[in-house]
């Protein structure tokens, strides 16, 4: 069974910064994909996304602000988050995809005041 756990949400100013962590509980070279979407009003939007090659992919909201990296060794996936605006006030949950199956973790709250 996946797990996937996320870390690093809370509740910040504008203009500031968070980093969030996904912890997997298997190597992370195994998903042919990782990364980070974002729920609000009922949606869920993909924020940030990185191939097991090392490509990414940014929502155009998150590009120049959001950099998505990993930590091989740790199993860890990571978000860093900048230039933080009310906007981006959501549910964020990390995302990991192999052989056509997703999983999910179970969300961590970013909240952005203004």
């Known amino acids: 069974q996946v797990q996937l756990v996320e870390s690093g949400g809370g509740l910040v100013q504008a203009g500031g910064s968070l980093r969030l962590s996904c912890a997997a509980s298997e190597s992370i070279f195994d998903f042919s994909t990782m990364g980070w979407y974002r729920q609000a009003a009922g949606q869920r939007d993909l924020v940030a996304r990185m191939t097991v090659g090392g490509s990414t992919n940014y929502a155009d909201s998150a590009k120049g602000r959001f950099t998505i990296s990993r930590a091989h060794a740790q199993n860890t996936v990571y978000l860093q988050m900048n230039g933080l605006k009310p906007e981006d006030t959501g549910v964020y949950y990390c995302?990991?995809?192999?052989?056509?199956?997703?999983?999910w973790g179970q969300g961590t709250q970013v909240t952005v005041s203004s």
């Open positions: 995302h990991a995809n192999r052989l056509s199956r997703n999983y």
